[in-house]
């Protein structure tokens, strides 16, 4: 009787709401059309931040740029050339109405940005994806497993050891393992070296990397993902498989994580920037061929395009997967309106 009980209930409780299902994309695309409006209107401040956060550095990307014995007037007319002699506003504008074209505007040594970029920016790419991906399966495995047991020693241990590893820097993580796996063990070389084509030598060498952003950002998605189950655990329907005596592991996966996902979604996504953040440090200590390199000498040399380059880039990457996450959070709850 129990088990005729438990399986008449089980399809009730788990049932999707079909309420609406035809009208819920006209629901949804209003509220995308919404957040990617949103996104580029918080993409165009950011680059406006950027122009004017350079243009306060103390120098101008003429005086960086100028080579020995340069004479007052060779700087002020390379000033001139580089269009330094117009307010920040004009050239931002022409920026910005060049962008749609995909022009990312001329660097202050006379290279376009978008050829400056062709080479870094998908090594940066793959590492970014390779560490999101990574976290986002870690982050949902550990967050799930520590759901299955609720104040147990389980979940104690994966929720003190999850904030620990968010509160680590990646740079010390990086540290910690170049000590370890490469100083210590030599199982792994210490720095990225390229060949000819400018790819990796070994594909062993993205391993540290990847590691290095994984590992906190995996501690900061661990808890957003225990703390949406834990909110889950006690609405009605999870409540009630509880008391039909379901397995933890069933009831997590099957009625709480189905109601957890947008909460989960936008949690992760927002974590998009770290992992880009944290890679910049990343590839310069560990010598990695992306962008990393590259914005450290823009912002020294105070080359503006090729800094607004780097930012647009990386902002359209993490606008991408935020929309995403947008989508998924409309989708799901669009279709229990």
Known sequence: MAELSRTAHEPAVAAPVTTGAATAPRRVLPRLAAAVARRALMLVVLLAAVF?????????????????????????????????????????????????????????????VTDLLADPLPHTLVLGGTAFALTVVASLALGCWAATRPGRLTDRIIGHTSTAAFAVPEFVVSVGLLLILSLWTGWLPAVTLTGADGSLADRTMLIMPVLALVVPQTGWNTRIVRGALADQARTPHVEAAHLDGLPAHRVVLRHALPGAIPAIA????????????????????????????????????????????????????????????????????????
């Not at 780097?310 to 995403?324: D, P, Q």
């Not at 989508?327 to 229990?336: D, E, S, V």
């Open 266 to 337: 936008t949690g992760i996504a927002t974590s998009t920037g770290m992992l880009l953040g944290g890679a910049v440090v990343v590839e310069t200590l560990f010598n990695y061929p992306g962008i990393g390199s590259v914005m450290a000498a823009a912002v020294s040399s105070r080359d503006t395009p090729l800094v607004a380059g780097v930012v647009v880039c990386a902002g359209a990457a993490i606008s991408l997967v935020l929309l995403a996450a947008d989508l998924i959070r409309a989708r799901t709850l669009g279709g229990r309106q």
């Open 52 to 112: 004017a956060a350079v243009e306060l550095l103390p120098g101008d990307a003429a005086n960086a740029s100028s080579e020995r014995g340069d004479s007052a007037a060779d700087v002020a007319a390379r000033r001139h050339l580089l269009g330094l002699d117009r307010p920040v506003w004009e050239r931002f504008a022409d920026w910005m109405t060049a962008l749609p074209t995909g022009d990312l505007g001329t660097s202050a040594r006379g290279q376009k």
